[in-house]
């Protein structure tokens, strides 16, 4: 991890438990970790803190093993039963791995209009600015046994993007009058719009420049300007920013 990603000053982990023989294993190598001088003064030296999370308690990873869950069940079912080669595995991991982080998290300062779609993402911690896929063409169409090994890859990672961005867009429309009342979209708000054709990595945004009320009050559609044109949307096919606020 150190030698792609550099070192870094905290490391989350669980303990591993499904990796271990016995609990008796376990015990032994927490203790290792906690109470080796070597790694200890390493560790200080280099201002580190490792924090386990409890054995069996997944959930106490809260939001990145929420994302490795995620990540986890719509891999499987993309790969399905069709054995891949390590080179295969890993690269279909690794274009996974932009796709979670190109999600955008929230609108940056825009100093002119050029800049006023630009968000932050997670990918911008790791290389300082947003992860983007190169143009492929989509596969998904194509019988399977028409596909050469590379096609079958972009096909499965296409698959897992598509899988994984619906629901994730799908967590994030989650409207007020199904949990707590909250206020409408309101107008300069930056959103993402849904789409059902957008290429991996790729989030198509909108700056919402007029509200369109039904008689009870409520923003049903909006006029969004984009990069490119001005158009009109319904607001389920619209969504906030996790960290707008």
Not at 99 to 125: Q, Y
Not at 191 to 208: E, F, Y
């Amino acid at each position: 991890m150190t030698a792609r990603r550099g070192l870094c000053q905290t490391l989350y982990s669980d303990q591993g438990s499904n990796l271990k023989a016995s609990s008796k294993y376990l015990t032994e190598v927490q203790n290792f970790l906690r109470n080796n001088e070597n790694i200890t003064d390493g560790c200080a030296q280099r201002q580190i803190s490792w924090k386990f999370n409890v054995p069996s308690a997944p959930h106490m990873g809260g939001l990145w093993e929420a994302g490795i869950k995620a990540a986890k069940y719509h891999l499987v079912r993309c790969v399905g039963d069709k054995p891949l080669t390590f080179e295969e595995l890993n690269t279909v991991i690794c274009k996974v791995e932009a796709i979670l982080n190109s999600r955008p998290l929230c609108p940056l300062p825009a100093s002119d209009s050029a800049s006023e779609f630009n968000v932050l993402t997670a990918g911008h911690f790791l290389i300082g600015k947003s992860l983007t896929a190169v143009p492929e063409y989509n596969v998904e169409e194509v019988p399977i046994t028409r596909l050469s090994r590379w096609q079958y890859l972009q096909r499965t990672s296409r698959l897992f993007w598509r899988r994984w961005s619906k629901e994730y867009l799908n967590t994030l429309q989650q409207r007020a009058k199904w949990f707590t009342s909250k206020g409408n979209l309101n107008v300069g708000d930056l959103v993402l719009i849904k789409t059902d054709n957008a290429p991996p990595c790729n989030w198509p945004l909108g700056r919402i420049e007029e509200l369109h009320p039904g008689p009870d009050g409520i923003v049903r559609c909006v006029t969004l300007r984009t990069q490119k044109n001005r158009l009109q949307r319904p607001v389920h096919k619209l969504s906030s920013l996790p960290y707008v606020n």
